[in-house]
């Protein structure tokens, strides 16, 4: 089970985040959880952002060990959905990075980095 600790954007592809983002404690009490069956869950926490959201969302992953892309699939919230990079992992950290293209409210294109910790 993994807790996100930081988030944010990597303007210069370095793997390193530039811009940190301003988490809500409500999204610093969600974590995932990974299963060696290949399914896993999303967990609110205990103080969820959106009253209405579910407290658990179940979700299957695979890891491609040569590329090193971990995909994600269900309907979790945030960017983790689809395929992320495995930048680093260690028994206590797990960093990934996910391309982003948006346009809006701004347009942006460049990686998103998510550091979870247990």
């Known amino acids: ?36 069956d290949s399914t896993g869950a999303f967990d609110e926490g205990a103080t969820k952002c959106v009253d209405t959201d579910a407290q658990t969302t179940a979700f299957t992953w695979k890891l491609n060990d040569s590329t090193k892309v971990l995909t994600i699939m269900g309907n979790i919230p945030g960017e983790l959905e689809g395929d992320v990079t495995v930048l680093s992992a260690t028994d206590a950290n797990l960093k990934l990075s996910k391309h982003i293209v948006t346009n809006f409210p701004v347009a942006f294109d460049g990686n998103l980095i998510v550091e979870l910790q247990k």
């Open 1 to 36: 089970t993994w807790k996100i600790d930081t988030m944010g954007w990597d303007m210069d592809g370095n793997g390193a985040i530039d811009g940190a983002l301003a988490l809500k404690p409500c999204e610093l009490d969600n974590t995932l959880t990974f299963s060696t």
